[in-house]
C-alpha cells in the first residue's frame, strides 16, 4: 500500500551528542527541541511484491551507497517489526538544504518511519513511532511530535522515546534561522558525536549539566518565561560546541559568519532586543526571539552579506499522514 508522510524538522533547545548506544540510538542525556512549522520533509513509500529491490529517491536524486544504507537499514527495522519482506520505493523531498545544521534528518527520518509503518498496514502510537524512527537517526524521534518535545533517554530501546512537554500553541517563540552556508558539513553528526565521546575530556561534565539545564528549561517553558528558555538554551549550545571544539581532531562547525552574528545576537539583546542563539553542528545560527520581535530581526540579517538566506519558523506540529502522495 502506498503512504504518504510529512513531518517538520525540529532544533534541539537542550542538545544531544553522543550515544550510550550505539546499535540502539540511546543518548547520553536526555534532551528537548521545539518542533519548526514549514521545514519539512514530505515522504511516500510504497512496499509491494512489483519492486525487485529497495529504491530510495531524495530531492530528484536517486541515492546509491551510504545515504542509501541508511534508508535501507530503517525500512529492514521496519520490515522485520511487520514481519514482511517486501520490498519498497521511497521518495521524498526536502523543502530545505539538507546536512547544514538545518537536521534534515530529523524530519526525513521522521516522515520516513510514518509512511513506512503506515504502508505495511502497521497501526502504531506516537510513542511506538518515535522508538522506531530514533534508531534511524536519533533527533528524528522528537519530530514525531510538534510543539516542545523531549526525547527521554531511557536504558533499554522500549525506555527512549519522545514526549510532549507542551503543544505548539502553549507559548509561541520563533526560530529565525541565519543560513550562511548551505552545503554539506565535513563531519557527520554521526561521527562527530562519536569522536567527542571518545576524545573530550570534557564530555562527562557537559551530560551532568545538560539534565540540569534539561529540568530548567522544562520549568521555564511550564512558566512561559522567554528570557530562562533562550538563556539556557544558548548555554547548552555552548557547552555543546565546547566539547565539539575540544575533540581530537578538533570539530569547529562554525565559520566566521556564525561568530559575527553571535556577537551581533548579545549587542542586539544589550539594546533591548531580546534573542537568543543556538546552533547545531554546523555554521548556520538560529536565533530565538518573540512574535514581536521577529520582523526586526529578519531585517537586520537581511543587511548582513554573509546571510544567504534566512528561514523563520513558528512551532510547528506532529509528523502525520497526507493523501499527496509524490508518485
Ligand atoms: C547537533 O540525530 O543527526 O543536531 O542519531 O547519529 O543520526 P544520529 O544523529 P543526529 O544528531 C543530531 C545532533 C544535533 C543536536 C540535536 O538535534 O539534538
Known amino acids: ?147 516542545y518535545v523531549e526525547w527521554v533517554k531511557g536504558k533499554k530501546s522500549e525506555g527512549s522515546y519522545a514526549v510532549k512537554v507542551a503543544d505548539e500553541n502553549y507559548f509561541d517563540i520563533r526560530d529565525v534561522i541565519a543560513i550562511v552556508e548551505q552545503e554539506e558539513k565535513k563531519v557527520s553528526s554521526r561521527a562527530g558525536m562519536a569522536e567527542t565521546i571518545k576524545t573530550c575530556p570534557l564530555y562527562k561534565s557537559r551530560v551532568d549539566a545538560a539534565e540540569d539545564n534539561l529540568l530548567k528549561i522544562k520549568r521555564a517553558i511550564k512558566e512561559k518565561d522567554f528570557s530562562e528558555i533562550g538563556k539556557i538554551a544558548e548555554f547548552d549550545c555552548l557547552l555543546m560546541h565546547a566539547t565539539m571544539i575540544a575533540t581530537i581532531p578538533s570539530l569547529l562547525y562554525w565559520s566566521p559568519a556564525t561568530i559575527k552574528i553571535i556577537k551581533l545576537v548579545q549587542e542586539w539583546r544589550e539594546e533591548g532586543l531580546e534573542s537568543y542563539f543556538t546552533i547545531d553542528a554546523g555554521p548556520n545560527v538560529h536565533i530565538l526571539t518573540l512574535p514581536e520581535n521577529e520582523k526586526e530581526i529578519v531585517k537586520r540579517l537581511r543587511e548582513i552579506n554573509d546571510v544567504k538566506d534566512i528561514k523563520s519558523c513558528k512551532i510547528g506540529g506532529d509528523a502525520a499522514l497526507t493523501e499527496k502522495h509524490l508518485f
Open 1 to 147: 500500500m502506498k503512504c504518504t508522510a510529512t513531518a517538520n524538522s525540529n532544533i534541539a533547545l537542550i542538545k544531544y551528542w553522543g550515544k550510550a548506544d550505539d546499535k540502539l540510538f540511546l543518548p547520553t542525556n536526555s534532551n528537548l527541541s521545539i518542533t519548526l512549522e514549514g521545514l519539512n520533509s514530505h515522504t511516500t513509500v510504497d512496499f509491494s511484491s512489483d519492486y525487485k529491490e529497495d529504491m530510495v529517491n531524495i530531492d530528484g536524486k536517486n541515492m546509491e551507497g551510504e545515504k542509501k544504507e541508511k534508508v535501507v537499514k530503517q525500512l529492514n527495522l521496519i520490515r522485520n517489526i511487520a514481519n514482511s519482506n517486501l520490498k519498497a520505493k521511497v521518495v521524498s523531498k526536502n523543502n530545505f538544504p539538507s546536512a547544514a545544521g538545518m537536521a534534515s534528518s530529523a524530519s526525513g527520518f521522521a516522515a520516513l518511519t510514518v509512511a513506512a509503518c503506515a504502508s505495511l498496514g502497521m497501526n502504531l502510537d506516537k510513542k511506538q513511532l518515535s522508538i522506531i524512527s530514533r534508531q534511524g537517526s536519533g533527533s528524528s524521534c522528537r519530530s514525531i511530535y510538534g510543539g
